[in-house]
């Protein structure tokens, strides 16, 4: 005798359910144990300054320094590339002149910093001690 009952087999199921339960609960371990970055701001108030808006063309000393590290004194080419010559030849063009000028450094984008150093040094051993740069204004 054989007793056996056709009985329909039920399918397999997958239940979602607890693999949901557990996605969430990594998903809430890793956003405890994760150290968010805070990037701070430094507030910078610029100091204002007023004075003339042009300087007078004798107070002006302009070195201009090229791309190869060549240096000219308003406009006439220097001999030589190291400080005690450069230094020489500003105190002569400065030339006693009252009040001591400013030197105005005009220096190639593609010049090195060491030549820009350097016409700073030789300006101060020329007793030139009120130095700028002199920039263009780039399209924004």
Same mark, same amino acid.
């Given at each position: 005798?054989?007793?056996?009952?056709?009985?329909?087999?039920?399918?397999?199921?997958?239940?979602?359910?607890?693999?949901?339960?557990?996605?969430?609960?990594?998903?809430?371990?890793?956003?405890?144990?994760?150290?968010?970055?805070?990037?701070?701001? !430094?507030? @910078?108030? !610029?100091?204002?300054?007023?004075?003339?808006?042009?300087? =007078?063309?004798?107070?002006? *000393?302009?070195?201009?320094?090229?791309? #190869?590290? #060549?240096?000219?004194?308003?406009?006439?080419?220097?001999?030589? #590339?190291?400080?005690?010559? *450069?230094?020489?030849?500003?105190?002569?063009?400065?030339?006693?002149?009252?009040?001591?000028?400013? @030197?105005?450094?005009?220096?190639?984008?593609?010049?090195?910093? =060491?030549?820009?150093?350097?016409?700073?040094?030789?300006?101060?051993?020329?007793?030139?001690?009120?130095?700028?740069?002199?920039?263009?204004?780039?399209?924004?």
């Amino acid at each position: 005798m054989n007793f056996r009952r056709h009985r329909h087999r039920e399918e397999p199921e997958i239940n979602f359910i607890p693999l949901i339960d557990l996605l969430l609960v990594i998903l809430i371990f890793l956003m405890v144990t994760t150290t968010y970055a805070r990037f701070s701001e !430094l507030e @910078v108030n !610029l100091p204002q300054a007023s004075g003339p808006a042009e300087m =007078q063309k004798d107070s002006r *000393l302009r070195v201009d320094i090229s791309a #190869s590290g #060549s240096y000219a004194v308003d406009g006439q080419a220097v001999a030589g #590339s190291d400080v005690a010559q *450069l230094g020489e030849r500003l105190k002569r063009e400065a030339g006693g002149k009252n009040p001591a000028p400013v @030197v105005v450094i005009n220096a190639d984008a593609k010049a090195s910093h =060491q030549a820009v150093v350097t016409v700073m040094e030789a300006a101060r051993l020329a007793g030139l001690l009120q130095l700028t740069f002199a920039t263009q204004q780039g399209t924004p």
